[in-house]
């Protein structure tokens, strides 16, 4: 490709509303341009990117036996309101009518158009297992589209979905994507760790995140330096606890104490000239209109997420003063677990404790020796805390440390959630209907390109790995004179006829410049046509940006790229088997 007939506009000076280097980098190296918050135009090279990307998605599904489709991207609002998600989806969903005044959504994903699907075409076990996947742009409007292409409000996915007869054939699929994902990752150029998921509310038994570690993720993953054990936040545990509240061993009597407006635990603290840990912090909450009360540790924070999963709720809020008030017949702030009413949960922690202040029920009156088990009994125990750094490790106790991720891709094993809901049946081998398993699996074409930014680059710009480079040859040209640039254009033919995908700076602009352009677009492979080359023929081939160079004589010049090119291919197609 020609640079001075072809668009790619790099831009010396940073977009103004980039907060990220991948987002600041596609814009200046002229690989998008933002129409609309969250909604962006690729330009031909970025477009180029994007394809590759898709390729190579492709061929490792392909590889993995699952079968391409496409479904529509306006779906039908009968099909969420079978499956009960039209009200579940919210303001994320985008909404439409048609001129008959019926509802649609523009797809935020895919389970209802494919389970609708496959119910229409399988019959019975003989039409099983299928993994079914397609590659399409989705909708979604984010609350907060941020990050350029990261978290944008249209984008592409690649979701896969399959349906299995049994357990151990949804687990076959599963394992299947495990793998692929890996592949997938690898080959973009792309370390990925695959992180433990939440399972979520309604159903699933498994769930895998892909996140790669940056400082601009927005979650929390848990890691153990010392084991490698990996979760994200909503889904992290700990080893168990150690005895906290102990004074002296002796069990004193429980007393009440006058507490006048101390109600916080940092309050507490202050009043007792204790540590958070001789605490007990109760929250009570509103779950689908149920009022439960959960004590835990007073150091500690409530995981909602693994809360809301427990009690498989669909929305979890505070509980009002005065619902509190009514059910647990106690006084919001002074909440304690001495006669209380209601549902109740303890977390793990509170079964460590052993000598505790915890609230008297009433206006300003706490007790204290309160003693588990003697004073008070926990019925039901469970993980409800927030696991955070420097906690020990549930495998090893090492200390665990927290780093910010992004999640590229996801999967999931869905079970039965969709093919009940939607009413799909299969005849089984003795005649029986059954509802296939099904398992879903994302990945975020646009926003893994972003990764592979984020993960390559410098100061200067892109350093792409040559799977996902749009171009894998770049040549810049230092001709002035007529037959300078006659010599230039000729060597050019060589490399395309070749077969090489090439970039070649013609532009008639100063070599600092061009430099720059080509540092910034990243080709990974660059040619210099200079002083030396109008002289006696040698090329300069640089590496990655000059992490290595050479010198070589025209004649070697293609042997010696397809080398370098080959090497790097090489060092990218890890597979496991
Ligand atoms: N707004 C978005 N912009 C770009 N890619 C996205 C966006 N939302 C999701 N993706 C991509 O699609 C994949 C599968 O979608 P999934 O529904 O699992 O995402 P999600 O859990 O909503 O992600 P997030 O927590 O980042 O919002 C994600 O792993 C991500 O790569
Ligand atoms: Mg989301
Ligand atoms: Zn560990």
């Not at 104490?257 to 001789?278: C, N, Y």
Request: glycine residues 8%; charged residues 25%; hydrophobic residues 40%.
């Amino acid at each position: 490709m020609r640079w001075s007939e072809y668009l790619l506009p790099t831009l010396k000076e940073d977009p103004a509303d980039a907060q990220i280097a991948s987002h600041r980098l596609m814009i200046r190296a002229g690989l998008i341009r933002k129409e609309a918050t969250g909604i962006y135009s690729y330009l031909p090279a970025g477009f180029k990117v994007l394809r590759k990307i898709e390729n190579i998605i492709q061929e490792e599904m392909d590889r993995s036996g699952a079968y391409r489709v496409m479904l529509p991207i306006l779906t039908s609002a009968h099909l969420w309101q079978k499956s009960g998600r039209w009200n579940v989806m919210g303001k994320e969903m985008v909404r439409l009518k048609d001129r008959h005044e019926n509802d649609y959504a523009l797809g935020p994903t895919h389970e209802e158009s494919i389970t609708n699907m496959v119910g229409q075409t399988t019959f019975s076990y003989r039409d099983l297992p299928l993994n079914l996947y397609q590659m399409h742009t989705k909708f979604r409007d984010e609350i907060r589209p941020r990050f350029g292409v990261m978290r944008s409000r249209e984008f592409i996915m690649k979701d896969a979905y399959s349906f299995a007869m049994d357990e151990a054939g949804l687990d076959k699929h599963y394992q299947q994507m495990r793998k692929t994902y890996r592949n997938i990752f690898l080959r973009v150029g792309l370390e990925t760790i695959p992180v433990q998921a939440d399972v979520g509310a309604m159903g699933g038994s498994a769930s895998e995140e892909f996140m790669i570690l940056s400082s601009i993720g927005e979650e929390i993953i848990i890691h153990c330096p010392s084991c490698q054990y990996t979760a994200n936040q909503e889904e992290a545990r700990r080893r168990s606890f150690e005895k906290s509240g102990g004074i002296n061993g002796d069990r004193p009597a429980r007393e009440i104490v006058d507490t006048p407006s101390v109600k916080s635990i940092s309050e507490l603290v202050q009043f007792f000239g204790l540590t958070e840990k001789d605490f007990l912090k109760s929250v009570v909450y509103n779950a689908d209109q149920r009022i439960i009360t959960v004590f835990i540790r007073g150091d500690l924070e409530i995981n909602e997420i693994k809360l809301k999963n427990y009690l498989k709720a669909l929305d979890l809020v505070m509980a009002q003063d005065a619902e509190i008030r009514e059910e647990l017949d106690q006084e919001p702030g002074f909440i304690g677990p001495i006669q209380i009413k209601g549902h109740v949960l303890f977390d793990h922690s509170v079964l460590s404790m052993e000598n505790v202040i915890c609230g008297a029920g009433h206006k300003d009156r706490h007790y204290k020796n309160v003693v588990v088990g003697r004073d008070f009994e926990i019925a039901e125990s469970i993980d409800l805390h927030k696991v955070q750094e420097g906690h020990p490790c549930p495998v090893c106790g090492h200390a665990l440390i927290e780093k910010p991720g992004i999640e590229l891709g996801h999967i999931f094993k869905l079970g039965k959630k969709y093919t009940r809901s939607m009413g799909v049946t299969v005849l089984d081998e003795k005649g029986k209907e059954v509802q296939p398993l099904m398992g879903c699996y994302g990945i975020g074409v646009n926003r893994t390109m972003a990764a592979v930014i984020e993960q390559h680059h410098d100061d200067n710009g892109i350093l792409w790995p040559i799977s996902v480079a749009p171009f894998e040859i770049g040549v810049t040209s230092f001709a002035k004179k007529a037959d300078e640039i006659t010599r230039c254009d000729s060597f050019y033919e060589t490399l395309l006829s070749a077969g090489f995908d090439v970039l070649y700076d013609d532009r008639p602009l100063s070599p600092g410049i061009k430099f720059k352009d080509m540092d910034l677009v990243g080709i990974p492979i660059s040619l210099v046509l200079g002083k030396n080359f109008f002289q006696d023929g040698s090329i300069e081939i640089r590496v990655n940006r000059g992490q290595s160079k050479y010198l070589v004589a025209s004649k070697d010049a293609i042997a010696t790229i397809q080398k370098i090119r080959s090497e790097m291919f090489q060092s990218l197609r890890k597979i496991i088997e």
